[in-house]
DNA sequence: ACAATAGTGTCTATGAGACAATATGGT
DNA sequence: ACCATATTGTCTCATAGACACTATTGT
């Protein structure tokens, strides 16, 4: 059958006498951009045998075993090439394994998820930021990305209710009222002001600044993340509707 | 370089032309036994070539792509080869890839965790139950698989905080002080008997039976599991000392 | 003064923690 | 009656939600 393999090494062990999958790291990569979670997609090159021709897909590729000593790092690098952001926040969101998600045969991805400040990359010319409307993306994409993205943001605003992570999406400073505007945006509803700030507050993750935001109103205190960059998680969530 | 493989077929295009990792699942598999959370461990075989001979591992190995139509279904299946259980919790728990972690080559493997009644299961001669202690396992296990370990145990006491995962481990008919040792033997602290009953009570997910467990003293309600097998999230998990 | 947004306070509801009180079986 | 465990109740505390109120800037 076209596309098996079989190792050749380690002849003695019967055990390694097995037809390897496809092994790749896809990234779903978020940031906030024109007020909206948006999630950064490239297009599928239109070469022969490639499969979903100039379809969107996520950012990704197989693990270069000369290149990556491990996934965090393959993912990294993958992220790196598409825009530049050196030090984002990195999970691993999962795995998706199946004969049929690739049409080139049995092949296992390694998924993860990224947030990072968009003002600070600088995109390669095949990617582009996509808005997430209503919690999904509008756009089909490439073999099962589409689920893995649904994942992603299931994970995302679910993690959200509990814990830090908007913090990443946010500029070196901020003031209260734009880290609420994020867990808004993301969580798709509206928080109370006076609730999030004491539970914002009280979980010691952010330090004031000494400078305030100035605008046409009461100017906002600029605050930044501690040092430690661990995600912080609260003992609550969000109480949320129903 | 030894154990290395490139893809033969779909000649047409560079980017099958990848030296393809080894793909392996592992599965974490947890039970209550002797009033301790435990874990199936298997003892790695002998042959030459083999790493780690006669170590203690997880159960797991080689991606069958002839066998398995996706990852879930080899978690299942080695699963199955190793305990008879066929319908257990079983959820993905990560992935763990890297040049180093397999002396054979670089290699990924798709971990996964499952909780199981013991006393429904017929295990292989190869493999045995290990008490967890103070959160960890005594033994020195082969790979990274005392880090795959650490990680799964260190999901399912996140979860249990605010889950009804715990049920999983239960008989089908238990009564709610059964359930509240399992909790505490897991988390491996006491918790409050009234608000425990609050909870579990509130969250619909178990319903009585009409029968009593009878012992030296009260009788208790014996319940089972509701039939949607989803587990339930709690909104707030149970307050962690400090 | 006024608009606009930042930030605080007050009141209520919910659910956990502590722990006491009561219930119900076996012996 | 007494023991052991199941089950319920009471009181306090922490925190979210609702929402009103005050504060501070630019215009």
């Known amino acids: 059958m076209a596309g098996e393999v079989r190792a050749q090494g380690a002849v003695k062990s019967g055990q390694l006498d097995f037809p390897r999958p496809l092994t790749t790291v896809d990234v779903v990569i978020f940031s906030i951009l024109d007020d909206k979670l948006q999630v950064l997609l490239v297009q599928r090159p239109a070469g022969e045998g490639e499969p979903f021709p100039l379809s969107l897909a996520l950012p990704g590729g197989f693990v270069d075993i000369a290149r990556d000593r491990d996934l965090a790092a393959c993912a990294a690098r993958k992220l790196k090439e598409k825009t530049g952001v050196t030090s984002p926040y990195l999970e691993q969101l999962g795995s998706w394994g199946s004969a049929s998600r690739d049409p080139r045969g049995w092949s296992a991805t390694h998924a993860y998820f990224?947030?990072?400040?968009?003002?600070?990359?600088?995109?390669?010319?095949?990617?582009?930021?996509?808005?997430?409307?209503?919690?999904?993306?509008?756009?089909?994409?490439?073999?099962?990305?589409?689920?893995?993205?649904?994942?992603?943001?299931?994970?995302?605003?679910?993690?959200?209710?509990?814990?830090?992570?908007?913090?990443?999406?946010?500029?070196?400073?901020?003031?209260?009222?734009?880290?609420?505007?994020?867990?808004?945006?993301?969580?798709?509803?509206?928080?109370?002001?006076?609730?999030?700030?004491?539970?914002?507050?009280?979980?010691?993750?952010?330090?004031?600044?000494?400078?305030?935001?100035?605008?046409?109103?009461?100017?906002?205190?600029?605050?930044?993340?501690?040092?430690?960059?661990?995600?912080?998680?609260?003992?609550?969530?969000?109480?949320?509707?129903?």
């Open 114 to 242: 990224a947030l990072i400040l968009a003002d600070a990359s600088t995109l390669t010319s095949d990617a582009r930021w996509l808005p997430i409307r209503d919690g999904k993306l509008r756009e089909k994409l490439a073999f099962d990305h589409g689920e893995i993205l649904a994942s992603a943001i299931q994970r995302l605003r679910n993690k959200v209710e509990y814990t830090s992570l908007p913090a990443y999406l946010m500029p070196a400073e901020f003031t209260l009222p734009d880290l609420q505007r994020v867990y808004e945006i993301v969580l798709d509803r509206p928080l109370e002001k006076s609730a999030f700030r004491t539970r914002i507050l009280s979980a010691d993750m952010i330090e004031p600044v000494a400078k305030m935001r100035r605008g046409p109103n009461r100017p906002a205190q600029l605050y930044r993340l501690k040092k430690n960059s661990e995600p912080v998680y609260f003992v609550r969530t969000f109480n949320p509707p129903e």
